[in-house]
């Protein structure tokens, strides 16, 4: 997919050139090195990306630009899903995941970093909609059955820490 993720990049950058070089800090860019460069994405982050958004480096700009800082604040059930061959995602937050009950992290081997795609083509289907299909199937049998024994949606949503850790395990378990 980096092949057909740079090809669109390259299209956009070379339709939008006069547009993003029009910016005081990009005003010396070339299009002649930017088209040598297509495929390398830490030239597109350090020449284009962070200028443009005001950050100075790109370890910068990766840590503004996590999510990482926040999954601590986050109270809804979520599934993360990574891959290791991201080329984008240098650390993924085991800890923060773990230490979060609503959260849950799901690492795959591939996937890359635009939606899991699978076959030759980035076309079609995704390994990341059965993933989230399974999720989502297994959090409403949990909450169907809760419905089924009377439980209070409220107590299953809303109750203490150890619950909604069972509440994840038992989505996991059901994977």
Known sequence: YMVALSVRIYHYMFKNWSMITSHPDLQHLRIVD???????STYLEEKIICPLHGFKTRNEYYRDASSIHHIHKICTPMLFMASTDDPFIRRHPYVECAANPFTLLAVH?????????????P??????????????????????????????????YKSNEEDTRNFTQTIVAAL
């Open 34 to 40: 930017f088209i040598s460069r297509v495929y390398d």
């Open 109 to 121: 081997e591939r996937g890359g970093h635009c939606s899991f795609l699978e076959g030759g083509l």
């Open 123 to 156: 076309l079609g289907h995704t390994h990341m909609t059965k993933m989230v299909r399974e999720y989502f199937e297994a959090a409403l049998a949990i909450r169907n059955a809760s419905v089924s024994r009377g439980e209070n949606l409220d107590t299953l």
